[in-house]
């Protein structure tokens, strides 16, 4: 199964502002995010409130706008995922997503 079918790899690093949050640490010290981007996560978690620049970085890398939505679509940028996921996990595993625990 391939982006031919209409699947896509997506890594989600974060449901939300918490979970993503919860993880900086680790990142920070992982490598899981660039120099820059560390070093701005870094200074946002020396100062005396941090969430408050936090929560604006997170809302500029992770929450679109719907003026960005209609950018990237007049760009023809803006991934839509058109797929049907049970019939997809069903027809290549064999499973049903509602049989599942």
Known sequence: MDHHQGAHLLHMIGADYDIWR???????????FTGPLTERVQAALAQPNPDV??????????????????????????????????????????VSLDDLP
């Open 53 to 94: 620049p936090l929560r604006a970085l997170f809302a500029r890398l992770h929450c679109a706008t719907q003026d960005l939505l209609s950018r990237l679509e007049a760009h023809d940028l803006l991934l839509v995922l058109r797929i049907n996921l049970p019939a997809l996990v069903t027809e290549f595993f064999g």
């Open 22 to 32: 919860s993880k900086l640490d680790w990142r920070c010290d992982s490598r899981g």
